[in-house]
């Protein structure tokens, strides 16, 4: 299993520019979330998803959307990209289990010029 | 979810076990302890979790006390590779998902 990936690993926007970040699972997992953290701080959560066709939002959703047509793929949507939208971006995805645990992808690192 | 409360940094000598506190003095009952650790540029890794009894794994041991308020996570010898930020979180499982609220952390260094 490769687990979670994301593309690309890094990428430099011009503000105003909108760009998605792939997120793909292989390990048939319902739940996928995306984060955001910034420099020295702790990880935000911008969306999440429990299942295909079913999206919420998490603590900073503003500036992002989010669709998940399909189990294994959880894209993120940036439709006018800010300065404050610099940042580097976690997908991660776990089970529907009582007490479940989430995989980290690498991680996508966006800088906003 | 509950709010976590660690120290912002820690040193520990390679080969020593690395003693990492968390307080959580609002946890709920139903609410587990999660702990995950990231390694520098790298995405968060989990650690180990529990509720209330004492958990040991190959990366690590969970000690909570009994009125359940505070853990520590114990890395029985830590090496150079174990220097990370760590992540203290409690949860509870609702049927709207498995979101993580991470805090601060424990910057770990680990020295020879």
């Known amino acids: 299993n490769a687990g979670v990936t994301q593309t690309p690993k890094f990428r430099i926007l011009k503000i105003g520019q909108s760009m998605t970040l792939q997120c793909t699972q292989d390990?048939?997992?319902?739940?996928m979330y995306w984060y955001r953290q910034d420099p020295g701080m702790g990880l935000k959560l911008i969306y999440y998803?429990?299942?295909?066709?079913?999206?919420d939002k998490g603590e900073v959703p503003n500036g992002y959307n989010v669709s998940r047509s399909t189990t294994e793929d959880f894209p993120l949507r940036l439709e006018l990209a800010a300065p404050s939208q610099t940042s580097v971006y976690f997908c991660?995805?776990?089970?529907?289990?009582?007490?479940?645990?989430?995989?980290f992808g690498p991680g996508t690192r966006l800088l906003v010029l | 979810d509950a709010k976590t409360t660690q120290p912002p940094s820690m040193d520990c000598a390679e080969g020593r076990a690395a003693n990492l506190p968390c307080n959580h003095s609002?946890?709920?009952?139903?609410?587990?302890v999660y702990w995950y650790r990231q390694i520098h540029s790298q995405g968060p890794q989990y650690i180990i979790h529990?509720?209330?009894n004492n958990e040991t794994n190959e990366m690590a041991s969970l000690i909570i006390t009994e009125d359940r308020k505070s853990s520590t996570l114990i890395l029985p010898h830590a090496t150079l590779r174990d220097t990370a930020v760590y992540y203290c979180?409690?949860?509870?499982?609702?049927?709207?998902?498995?979101?993580?609220?991470f805090g601060q952390g424990t910057e770990l260094s680990v020295k020879p």
């Open positions: 991660a995805s776990s089970s529907v289990n009582r007490v479940e645990t989430q995989y």
């Open positions: 390990m048939n997992h319902n739940y």
């Open positions: 998803s429990v299942g295909a066709g079913i999206t």
């Open positions: 609002t946890i709920s009952g139903n609410e587990y």
């Open positions: 529990g509720l209330k």
């Open positions: 979180i409690v949860r509870v499982e609702n049927n709207q998902g498995g979101k993580l609220i």
